[in-house]
C-alpha cells in the first residue's frame, strides 16, 4: 500500500490511462501518460521496485501490483483490478501478485464499464494491444482514452471517525437460523460475541447465512460497544445477495448511500461489512 500512495500523493497517476483490459480477468493501469503533442504514452517516472508481499488471494474486485516477467520483486508503479476470481491463476504466478485494496461500494459498476468498453490495438501486439477505448476511429487523441485525470486519497471515517481503526470494540450479534427461526421458538442459539482484533482493528463472525422472516430479509442483528461508546449502538448487517426489497426498515430509507450502510458486500465465500460510527458514510443505527 505505502508504494502505490507514494505514487497517488505526489501526482504520478494524474492524467494516467487505463491501458489494457482483458475481457473476465483485469484491467490495469498506473503506467503510462498520453502526450498530446508528441502523440505518444510514455511511461511515468517509477521508483526502484517493491519486494513482493503476497498475502490476500485475487479474487473480483481486489486491486494488485502488476509484475514483469523479471521474477515476483519487480513491480513499480502499475496496477489491476480483478474482474473475476483470479486466485487459482494469480496467487500462484511468479511468487503471486499482491494485493493491497479492494473497490467498495458500487465502484466496480465503474470497473465493469471500463472493462466493457471497445479495445483496440494501438501499437500493433506491444503494450497497448488491449487497451479499452472510447469513440475510437483510427486517430489517436487524448479524448479516446478512460484518463485518471486527478487521484487522491481519502481517509474514510471509521470506528472512532478521525479515520483510526477502533481496536477495543465487542460486538454482539443475533440472528434467525437458516429456516428463519430465532430461539426459543425451535430455532438455535443465534447469538455470538467478537472482540475487534487488537493488531488489524477487525472483526470475523463464522456462521450460517440466516433466512428472511416473514417480510423481514435476511440480517444479522448487531450491538457495538467501545470506549466513548457506553450505551451501545445497534445496528443490521443485511446481505447484497439476498432479496431486500421487501424489507421494511430498508424501505424507510431513502438515501442509497445509507441504505447500503446496512448491506454486506459478498466476496467469494465470505462477506465484508464495515461499520462507521461518524461522517458521510455513518453506519445507519437503530434506536431500538
Request: hydrophobic fraction near 40%; aromatic fraction near 10%; glycine fraction near 10%.
Amino acid at each position: 500500500m505505502r508504494n502505490f500512495l507514494n505514487y497517488l500523493e505526489r501526482g504520478a497517476y494524474d492524467g494516467t490511462f487505463f491501458h489494457r483490459s482483458v475481457p473476465g480477468f483485469v484491467v490495469q493501469g498506473g503506467g503510462f501518460a498520453y502526450d498530446p503533442l508528441t502523440n505518444r504514452a510514455p511511461g511515468i517516472a517509477v521508483d526502484p521496485p517493491v519486494v513482493n508481499e503476497f498475502g490476500e488471494s485475487n479474487v473480483r474486485g481486489t486491486v494488485a501490483m502488476a509484475k514483469t516477467a523479471a521474477g515476483p520483486d519487480s513491480a513499480a508503479s502499475q496496477w489491476f483490478v480483478n474482474l473475476a476470481d483470479n486466485s487459482a491463476n494469480l496467487d500462484n504466478q511468479n511468487g503471486g501478485f499482491t494485493v493491497f485494496a479492494r473497490v467498495i461500494g458500487d465502484g466496480m459498476q465503474v470497473v465493469d464499464a471500463i472493462a466493457a468498453l471497445p479495445r483496440a490495438n494501438l501499437d500493433g501486439g506491444g503494450t497497448f494491444a488491449e487497451t479499452p477505448t472510447i469513440n475510437y476511429t483510427g486517430t489517436v487523441s487524448s479524448s479516446i482514452f478512460v484518463t485518471i485525470n486527478k487521484a487522491s486519497a481519502v481517509t474514510e471515517p471509521d470506528f472512532d471517525g478521525d479515520g483510526i481503526p477502533v481496536s477495543d470494540a465487542m460486538l454482539e450479534f443475533w440472528q434467525a437460523d437458516a429456516s428463519g427461526r430465532y430461539a426459543p421458538h425451535g430455532g438455535s442459539e443465534g447469538w455470538g460475541r467478537r472482540a475487534v482484533d487488537a493488531e488489524e482493528a477487525r472483526y470475523k463472525l463464522r456462521t450460517i447465512l440466516p433466512a428472511g422472516l416473514e417480510c423481514e430479509a435476511a440480517h444479522i442483528k448487531v450491538w457495538i460497544v467501545a470506549r466513548g461508546i457506553n450505551l451501545g449502538l445497534h445496528t443490521r448487517i443485511y446481505f447484497d445477495d439476498q432479496d431486500n426489497w421487501q424489507d421494511p426498515l430498508l424501505a424507510a430509507i431513502d438515501d442509497p448511500v445509507r441504505k447500503s450502510s446496512l448491506i454486506a458486500t459478498r466476496d467469494g465465500d465470505h462477506y465484508i461489512f464495515d461499520i462507521h460510527l461518524q461522517g458521510d458514510y455513518e453506519t445507519v443505527f437503530l434506536n431500538v
